[in-house]
């Protein structure tokens, strides 16, 4: 009987403070009527000045443990996708473990947007392969610690939050076909340049605003918008499945003009396409598991609905899973 790897658990965090678009008209030169139309963002959390990565990472997954019903002594793994480290090291995944008082192995992917469904791939592949039983899988970033606040290209575009799914092996279908992709020559078009081994800070290139995240927006549109719809039909093919068999598109929450154009493009009709980018921004690693704990939250997945996961970001990388899901809702009978 093949063996599949299925969400038993989802739980997210978002961090209290909020910045609105009013509040960015005072910071840069701006307005409301530009972000939404442009982006379709409205407003975006900010991690508290106390709060980093790992713990914006740590409340979401105890929140999926909780979920899940799993104990701390039965997860086997931790993987954390993130681009904003506490730290370049330890692993983040290692800060939040503690912060969990977990005691497994721990370790963090950077694959920047797509690194949820990077992680995703080497949970399903461990659980699939028979090394581990339990994997908690984290997307958490704070990306707004690298966003230059005096550049409005990038300053409205991001927020801070985390979500988490926990997996298991178990004998239905649950996460199918997984594709992923990366393309290093992209590298340019989205990258913090300094405050690593090729740039290490320096009081110039800090004063240069080279430790904060640049971005040619308008190439990474044009990339997204080839790539999304291109991966998501991969994937389908891949889990042997067409579109018409989607419940729910859930894509990476980057731009709602984005969005559009790749459902359009699919063919998928707006209503079945998840979008929160107005409440939330760009949250990188962790739109996707926010968006899954909203869905599941708000009692809008059933049992047996499938849907497809996709992704892209720096690097460049993109990703798309196909998935069906199999956590009845806690407060209904499936
Ligand atoms: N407010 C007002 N005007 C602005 C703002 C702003 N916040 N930002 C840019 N503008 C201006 C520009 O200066 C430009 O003015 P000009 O014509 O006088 O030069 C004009 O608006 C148009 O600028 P464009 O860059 O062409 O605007 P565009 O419609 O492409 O939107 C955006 C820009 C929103 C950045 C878009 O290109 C985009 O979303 N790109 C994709 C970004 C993305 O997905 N990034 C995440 C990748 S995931 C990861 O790994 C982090």
């Known amino acids: 009987m093949p063996m599949y790897a299925h969400i038993v658990g989802v739980g997210s965090y978002l961090p209290e403070r909020i910045l609105s678009n009013t509040d960015l008209e005072?910071?840069?030169?701006?307005?409301?009527?530009?972000?939404?139309?442009r982006t379709g963002i409205q407003e975006r959390h900010l991690a508290a000045d106390?709060?980093?990565?790992s713990d914006l990472a740590a409340l979401a997954g105890e929140r999926a443990l909780v979920s899940s019903g799993i104990s701390k002594a039965d997860v086997d793994l931790?993987?954390?996708a993130t681009s904003t480290p506490d730290m370049l090291f330890p692993s983040t995944a290692c800060l939040a473990q503690k912060k969990m008082g977990l005691t497994c192995p721990a370790y963090?992917?950077?694959?920047?947007?797509?690194?949820f469904?990077?992680?995703?791939?080497?949970?399903?592949?461990?659980?699939?392969?028979?090394?581990?039983?339990?994997?908690?899988?984290?997307?958490?970033?704070?990306l707004t610690r690298?966003?230059?606040?005096?550049?409005?290209?990038?300053?409205v575009l991001f927020g801070d939050g985390a979500g988490a799914v926990v997996l298991q092996a178990g004998a239905e279908p649950g996460v199918r076909g997984i594709v992923l992709g990366a393309d290093g020559s992209g590298a340019d078009m989205l990258k913090v340049p300094a405050g690593g081994s090729a740039a290490p800070a320096t009081v110039e290139r800090i004063e240069a605003h080279d430790h904060y995240l640049k971005m040619s927006g308008n190439e990474v549109f044009k990339f997204a918008v080839r790539v999304v719809p291109r991966v998501t039909t991969e994937a389908l093919e891949a889990s042997g499945m067409s579109i018409e068999e989607l419940d729910w598109l859930v894509p990476h929450q980057a731009n709602q003009r984005i969005i559009d154009a790749a459902a359009e493009r699919l063919g998928m009709p707006s209503e079945r396409v998840f979008s929160n980018i107005a409440r939330t921004g760009n949250t990188s690693a962790a739109t996707i598991p926010l968006a899954l704990d909203e869905l599941y939250t708000s009692g809008r997945l059933a049992v047996g609905n499938t849907m497809a996961l996709v992704a892209f970001g720096a690097g460049l990388t993109w990703g798309a899973a196909v998935i069906t899901w199999t956590l009845p809702h806690a407060n209904k009978e499936d």
Not at 50 to 53: L, P, V
Not at 124 to 142: C, F, H, K, Q
């Open 50 to 53: 106390d709060e980093a990565t």
């Open 26 to 37: 005072r910071m840069v030169d701006t307005n409301d009527e530009w972000i939404v139309s």
């Open 78 to 80: 931790i993987i954390v």
């Open 117 to 142: 469904v990077y992680a995703l791939q080497a949970a399903v592949a461990s659980i699939e392969s028979g090394r581990t039983r339990t994997v908690l899988v984290i997307g958490a970033d704070a």
């Open 146 to 155: 690298y966003v230059d606040f005096t550049d409005r290209g990038t300053c």
């Open 108 to 115: 963090d992917i950077n694959a920047a947007c797509t690194g």
